[in-house]
Nanobody, 121 residues
């Protein structure tokens, strides 16, 4: 699975950005599609995910609940988005798209190159 994230950039605090992740497969055939982020000097952390094996259950990190939304494009079967509203300087990070698939008993995790989000105060 190949993933390509886009949509990052510089935005002022309070602004919005929409990140896109284009996969080389129908994302509904994956187990999980997720967005992670890594701020300078910090560990990579989960931002949001969609668990297709759990009926499409969506999870968010506490720090982004109510501000971020993860959703798939009903028209493009290979795309998932992260809508980010009310951005804060602490949201500044490189954002990564991730996909989890499985075959038999093996699980595979794929990562795309990150896209930088910078929120100025």
């Amino acid at each position: 699975v190949q993933l390509q994230a886009s949509g990052g950039g510089l935005v002022q605090a309070g602004g919005s950005l929409r990140l896109s992740c284009a996969a080389s497969v129908d994302i509904s055939n994956t187990n999980i599609m997720a967005w992670y982020r890594q701020a300078p000097g910090k560990q990579r952390e989960l931002v949001a995910n969609i668990m297709f094996t759990k009926g499409g259950r969506i999870n968010y990190a506490d720090s982004v609940k109510g501000r971020f939304s993860i959703f798939k494009d009903n028209g493009k079967k290979n795309t998932v988005y992260l809508q980010m509203n009310s951005l804060k300087p602490e949201d500044t990070a490189v954002y990564y798209c991730s996909a989890v698939t499985s075959r038999w008993t093996n699980e595979y995790v794929y990562w795309g190159p990150g896209t930088l989000v910078t929120v100025s105060s």
